[in-house]
């Protein structure tokens, strides 16, 4: 459908400048329409990666992906109250067709509700090499089998608040851009650059003959204190890599033993332990406060 005529349909009082614009709005009541092929089970974090796409879901993150040139977007999927919130980015970009649909068809598409009514999708980047990644890096984070999608979106998060240059993640742990990982680091998964850490552990051998501390962030209580551990770091005057592991299990004794460092967190006795995206934040935010 023409843009006019969409516009007509849903009575929308619209800038002129707004209304004259070459954006590709489509008005799409048909859930079987093939446009709507790349949402189709957006859920299945594994589908989207074979097609060589990813989903970008809420109003903030969806702001974010049409902002960044670096990204190509592929289309929005949008509630009429969503385009409407977005109207100024979709503006700045009429290069992306933009498909309104009704809450029960984007529903009935995706498999679940879009609370926010917006999804976006984009062309996945080309893998980058890890070296490239910590070539002149201060501070990187390392992930090992970190398996939940919220977990890793909330390091992700982390690391762009407290500065980390990227993040390196083994074969095992979730993809930083899965739908529900992006969406939980507010965004911050298409900003922190971010690579597989391959051969494992191997790299991070390679990382200390490289000059990094590797400190392996662990809560065994034969482990010194983090604040102690970054002083014998030598922190300041080497880059570091932080190294965190699986949710329940924590880091393998062979990713231990391939790090320079180890520490803990001290916490109050009778908890076992952090969430490792609360860890994250914990050692980043003493680790910047002493990476110049």
């Given amino acids: 459908m023409a843009i006019s005529a969409y516009f007509a349909l849903a009575d929308l009082s619209l800038p002129t400048y707004?209304?004259?614009?070459?954006?590709?709005?489509?008005?799409i009541e048909d859930p079987l329409d093939s446009r709507l092929t790349d949402y189709r089970s957006v859920s299945d974090p594994d589908l989207a990666h074979r097609h060589g796409i990813f989903v970008a879901e809420g109003r903030l993150v969806v702001r974010r992906l049409l902002g960044d040139r670096r990204f190509a977007t592929r289309s929005v999927l949008v509630t009429e109250a969503a385009r409407a919130a977005l109207a100024d980015a979709l503006a700045a970009?009429?290069?992306?067709?933009?498909?309104?649909?009704?809450r029960d068809v984007m529903t009935g598409v995706t498999g679940f509700n879009i609370h926010r009514g917006?999804?976006?999708?984009?062309?996945?980047?080309?893998?980058?090499?890890w070296a490239d990644l910590v070539s002149s890096a201060r501070m990187v984070i390392v992930l090992e089998r970190v398996?939940?999608?919220?977990?890793?979106?909330?390091?992700?998060?982390?690391?762009?608040?407290?500065?980390?240059?990227?993040?390196?993640?083994?074969?095992?742990?979730?993809?930083?851009?899965?739908?529900k990982a992006i969406r939980t680091s507010m965004g911050a998964a298409l900003l922190v650059p971010f690579a597989r850490a391959e051969p494992w552990p191997a790299l991070l051998r390679t990382l200390a003959t490289r000059g990094f501390a590797t400190l392996a962030l662990?809560?065994?209580?034969?482990?010194?204190?983090?604040?102690?551990?970054?002083?014998?770091?030598?922190?300041?005057?080497?880059?570091?890599?932080?190294?965190?592991?699986?949710?329940?299990e924590g880091l393998t004794a062979g990713a231990i033993d391939a790090c320079t460092h180890r520490a803990r967190i001290p916490i109050a006795s009778g908890v076992d332990s952090l969430n490792v995206a609360?860890?994250?934040?914990?050692?980043?935010?003493?680790?910047s406060r002493r990476i110049v």
């Fill in 18 to 27: 707004f209304a004259r614009s070459t954006l590709q709005v489509v008005l």
């Fill in 93 to 102: 970009r009429p290069d992306v067709p933009v498909y309104v649909v009704p």
């Fill in 118 to 129: 917006c999804l976006a999708t984009a062309e996945r980047p080309r893998p980058v090499p």
């Fill in 147 to 179: 398996a939940n999608a919220d977990n890793v979106g909330g390091v992700f998060r982390n690391a762009a608040a407290f500065g980390a240059d990227a993040v390196l993640l083994d074969p095992d742990s979730t993809d930083p851009l899965y739908r």
């Fill in 218 to 248: 662990t809560p065994a209580s034969s482990a010194p204190p983090l604040a102690a551990a970054i002083a014998d770091a030598a922190v300041g005057s080497r880059p570091l890599a932080l190294v965190l592991g699986h949710e329940g």
């Fill in 278 to 287: 609360a860890s994250a934040a914990v050692a980043l935010y003493e680790l």
